[in-house]
C-alpha cells in the first residue's frame, strides 16, 4: 500500500486529474468548432479577432457609420428620443450567427461573452434591458436582453431593473417591415412602472436595426421623467 499513499501523499495524483479535468472541461469554439481549451470563452481566439468590431467613424446618436464620427443626417432632421448609442459590433458574419445562437440556440454562455466585447460604457444610473412581451417570453424561455445586461450592470456598478417598463402590447414580429411599419408598429408598446426623474438610463439589446423599439423604450423613459437614454446594443446593422 506505501507506493498508492505515496502517490496521494505527494499530489501526484494532480497532474493526470488536471489533464482528464480540462479535457472534460474543454468546449468547442461556435463559430470553428475547434477546441476553446479551458478557456470560459465560447469562441476561440482566432474567430474573436475575425468578428466585425463596430467602427469609430460613427453617429453618436444612432451608430450608423458616417465620414468623420458626425451626427448623421437623419438624426438631424429627426432627433429620436435616445441620447446616444454604444455597439461592440456590427451585425455581420460571422457574428450574426452568435447573436441567433444565443436568441433561438440558448447558448446563454455567449450573453457573458456579448457583455465583455464592449470597450467604453457611458456613465449611467441603471440598466435596464429591452423588455419582452409576456407571451413572447412565454414561448421563448429567456430574455436575451436579460441576460447580457446582468453582467453588463455588475461590472459597472450600477442597478439592474427587471421590472420597471413593461411590453404592454404584443407587436408583430419587426422582422419583413419597413422603418416605417416598424416604428408604427411600436407605438404605445411600453408603459413604466415607475418614475426615473433625473436618472441617466443605458437601455441593453442584442441587435439595433432601424432603433424603432429602443426609441419607442426611449420615449417611455424619458416621459416618465429620465434625463438622459444610452442604447448599449451587442450590434447595430449598417446601410
Not at 57 to 67: F, G, I
Not at 167 to 184: E, I, S, Y
Not at 187 to 212: E, I, P, S
Not at 219 to 229: D, H, I, T
Amino acid at each position: 500500500m506505501r507506493p498508492i499513499q505515496d502517490f496521494f501523499r505527494q499530489g501526484a495524483w494532480r497532474g493526470p486529474f488536471a489533464s482528464a479535468l480540462a479535457a472534460l472541461m474543454a468546449r468547442d469554439c461556435h463559430l470553428c468548432a475547434c477546441a476553446v481549451g479551458d478557456d470560459d470563452s465560447p469562441v476561440c481566439a482566432a474567430c474573436a479577432r475575425e468578428l466585425p468590431r463596430h467602427g469609430a467613424q460613427v453617429c453618436p446618436c444612432c451608430a450608423l457609420a458616417t465620414p468623420g464620427g458626425e451626427i448623421c443626417g437623419r438624426c438631424l432632421r429627426e432627433r429620436p428620443a435616445f441620447d446616444t448609442t454604444h455597439a461592440a459590433f456590427d451585425y455581420a458574419f460571422p457574428l450574426d450567427a452568435l447573436v441567433q445562437a444565443l436568441k433561438y440556440g440558448h447558448r446563454l454562455a455567449l450573453a457573458k461573452f456579448f457583455a465583455r466585447a464592449f470597450d467604453v460604457l457611458p456613465a449611467v444610473d441603471l440598466v435596464l434591458p429591452m423588455p419582452l412581451h409576456p407571451a413572447r417570453l412565454r414561448e421563448r424561455g429567456f430574455n436575451q436582453a436579460v441576460e447580457i445586461a446582468r453582467p453588463l450592470a455588475r461590472a459597472a456598478g450600477v442597478p439592474l431593473e427587471l421590472a420597471a417598463v413593461a411590453r404592454v402590447r404584443a407587436t408583430a414580429p419587426q422582422a419583413g417591415l419597413d422603418r416605417d411599419g416598424r416604428f408604427a408598429n411600436l407605438r404605445n408598446a411600453f408603459a413604466a412602472r415607475r418614475r426615473f426623474d433625473g436618472l441617466r438610463v443605458a437601455v441593453v439589446d442584442d441587435v439595433m436595426t432601424t432603433g424603432a423599439s429602443l426609441n419607442a423604450l426611449a420615449r417611455c423613459l424619458k416621459a416618465n421623467g429620465a434625463a438622459a437614454v444610452h442604447n448599449v446594443v451587442v450590434a447595430r446593422t449598417q446601410k
